[in-house]
Nanobody, 122 residues
Framework: QVQLVESGGGLVQAGGSLRLSCAASGRTFSSRNMAWFRQAPGKEREFVAQISWTNIITRYGDSVQGRFIISKDNAKNMVYLQMNSLKPEDTAVYYC???????????????WGQGTQVTVSS
């Protein structure tokens, strides 16, 4: 079983950058597909980015493509989300997730962190 703890959220001005971190515990971390999701107030949870357990394949949501970068360090049991050119619409609680797969065109996960708040001011 993997446990996830996010950090790095905060308040940033539009156009700025933030780096989110996700610390994972558990011996199966290196063999898990990992992802970031986000949820804004009053909206459904949204897929942000995924990285395969091999660290070879990455996928991004349309709204963050070209601005965000997901990475994974198996040696440190860490997943990162580098967020650049932030916009007010990026404001949300960001969640780290493990055991991610695409099911009927929708990304699902079997393990979630508690989330970290990102607020982008205009």
């Amino acid at each position: 079983q993997v446990q996830l703890v996010e950090s790095g959220g905060g308040l940033v001005q539009a156009g700025g950058s933030l780096r989110l971190s996700c610390a994972a515990s558990g011996r199966t971390f290196s063999s898990r597909n990992m992802a970031w999701f986000r949820q804004a107030p009053g909206k459904e949870r949204e897929f942000v980015a995924q990285i395969s357990w091999t660290n070879i394949i990455t996928r991004y949501g349309d709204s963050v493509q070209g601005r965000f970068i997901i990475s994974k360090d198996n040696a440190k049991n860490m997943v990162y989300l580098q967020m650049n050119s932030l916009k007010p619409e990026d404001t949300a609680v960001y969640y780290c997730a493990a055991g991610v797969a695409a099911v009927f065109g929708k990304y699902v996960a079997d393990t979630w962190g508690q989330g970290t708040q990102v607020t982008v001011s205009s």
